[in-house]
């Protein structure tokens, strides 16, 4: 069964870079069944996608975020990464990372979440 | 971008009741990439069902997933005190993915 967990520090300053990590276990990375997404919820909100890989390298990025966000693929780690640039409080939010099927038909798994504050 | 809106927004009911959410979408969504979660205070949320009608892994039979084009309704036949929570839905086909705001179901 695969299971995805989500890590990086819980504490980034103004202005810096948010750095997560998503480990899958149970299933590849390589595999093309799936885009391996990345999901935050912001405090007293609702879910806001962010945008996914694919085993092939592309990316596909909100408009909102675009210009601050990259996702990339690790397929020797079998893993995946978020990093968003430039952050303010606004982007204090419990952060997801997700399998959610490209051209299968089947469930979408998630991580845990793991909360990252903005502050100084 | 598909802007799903979810209906109500708070749902009162009574363990046993019935209970029917709506998610309306802004353009015609294909049926395999049509979900729906629960979520709970300080939990992740909890996939109930995809491809618009099929229960995921553990999920009991009183969730049931319907709908086509741009209507679609989970009911839950027989509320049980595990299941006032939040509910979303999702539709992950056509990118950007979106998600609804939610319905929250409380007890009356």
């Known amino acids: 069964q695969v299971q995805l967990q989500e890590s990086g520090p819980g504490l980034v300053r103004p202005s810096q870079t948010l750095s997560l990590t998503c480990t899958v276990s149970g299933d590849s990375i390589n595999s093309g069944d799936y885009y391996w997404s990345w999901i935050r919820q912001r405090p007293g909100l609702g879910l806001e996608w962010i945008g996914y890989?694919?085993?092939?390298?592309?990316?596909y990025y909100i408009p909102s975020l675009k210009s601050r966000v990259a996702i990339s693929i690790d397929k020797v780690q079998n893993q995946f990464s978020l990093k968003l640039s430039s952050v303010t409080a606004a982007d204090t939010a419990v952060y997801y990372c997700a399998r959610e099927p490209a051209t299968v038909v089947a469930e979408t798994n998630w991580g845990q979440g793991t909360l990252v504050t903005v502050s100084s | 971008e598909i802007v799903l809106t979810q209906s109500p927004g708070t749902l009162s009911l009574s363990p046993g009741a019935r209970a029917t959410l709506s998610c309306r979408a802004s353009?015609?969504?294909?049926?395999?990439?049509l979900a729906w979660y629960q979520q709970k205070p300080g939990r992740a949320p909890r996939l109930l069902i995809y491809?618009?009608?099929s229960r995921a892994t553990g999920i009991p039979d009183r969730f049931i997933g319907s709908g086509s084009g741009t209507d679609f309704t989970l009911t839950i036949s027989r509320l049980e005190p595990e299941d006032f929570a939040l509910y979303h839905c999702?539709?992950?086909?056509?990118?950007?993915?979106?998600f609804g705001p939610g319905t929250k179901v409380d007890i009356k």
């Open positions: 353009q015609s969504i294909t049926t395999s990439f």
């Open positions: 491809n618009t009608s």
């Open positions: 999702q539709q992950h086909g056509i990118s950007p993915f979106t």
């Open positions: 890989t694919y085993y092939t390298g592309t990316t």
